[in-house]
């Protein structure tokens, strides 16, 4: 089992860029396929960013591509995200995730284990 904690999250104009971070503890974090969802109000969780075990294969969902980037330190147990040139409409709680099977999902369903959310806020 593995448990997640994300930070960085925070109120930021329009244009602006954030980093969030996903701090991880329990078993081997390369073990761990890692993703970002995000969860505006009164939407559905949605697909951010994931990344595989070794940090060599990176997805995005279309709309983000070019502005957010996914990465991870194996060896301080650590995914993050880098958000530029954010918009009003990124504004949501961000979430960590964290799987065990091989190969990297897109969907809700393909991580078990969930960090508690961080908010992130654009103003225009």
């Known amino acids: 089992q593995v448990q997640l904690v994300e930070s960085g999250g925070g109120l930021v104009q329009a244009g602006g860029s954030l980093r969030l971070s996903c701090a991880a503890s329990?078993?081997?974090?390369?073990?761990?396929?890692m993703a970002w969802f995000r969860q505006a109000p009164g939407k559905e969780r949605e697909f951010v960013a994931a990344?595989?075990?070794?940090?060599?294969?990176?997805y995005y969902a279309d709309s983000l591509k070019g502005r957010f980037t996914i990465s991870r330190d194996n060896a301080k147990a650590t995914v993050s995200l880098q958000m530029n040139s954010l918009k009003p409409e990124d504004t949501a709680v961000y979430y960590c995730?964290?799987?065990?099977?091989?190969?990297?999902?897109?969907?809700?369903?393909?991580?078990?284990?969930w960090g508690q959310g961080t908010q992130v806020t654009v103003s225009s």
């Open positions: 329990g078993r081997t974090f390369s073990a761990y396929r």
């Open positions: 990344i595989s075990r070794s940090g060599t294969s990176t």
């Open positions: 995730a964290a799987d065990p099977r091989v190969g990297v999902s897109k969907t809700v369903s393909g991580y078990d284990y």
